[in-house]
């Protein structure tokens, strides 16, 4: 199964399609543009959807409605959970400022102390 983003205003992500690859079969190879040219059609709209890969071995992450499509990166980034948290430009995703505890305890993000506090 292909799945394609819908991206709307600010480039976030509207929508995620799901498609038969067959779909997106040109010349016996997927075809990234036949699925944007069939939801399209589909939906009558000129909308812009962008392929994303369940598994992110394309576009870094998997496209959930919320997330940005970032164009210079070419990838998904899911909301800033927390100000202070810092984009990983490798991954294109969140991490604290501290890393979080190695240990067999739960920990809860404390913006305002920014640290990690054990759940009781």
């Not at 070419?74 to 294109?92: G, M, R």
């Amino acid at each position: 199964m292909a799945h394609f983003a819908r991206i709307g205003t600010g480039n976030i992500v509207t929508k995620v399609h799901v498609l038969n690859n067959e779909i997106l079969m040109k010349d016996g190879v997927e075809n990234e543009q036949q699925g944007v040219e069939f939801l399209q059609n589909l939906h009558k709209t000129r909308d812009l959807y962008i392929q994303t890969s369940y598994n992110g071995t394309f576009r870094k992450n998997y496209a959930g409605v919320g997330c940005k499509y970032d164009q210079t990166r070419d990838a998904f980034i899911a909301p800033k959970p927390f100000p202070s948290w810092l984009l990983d430009e490798s991954t294109c995703q969140w991490d604290a400022p501290t890393a979080y505890p190695d240990d067999d305890k739960v920990y809860r993000w404390d913006e305002d102390t920014t640290s990690w506090v054990i759940v009781e």
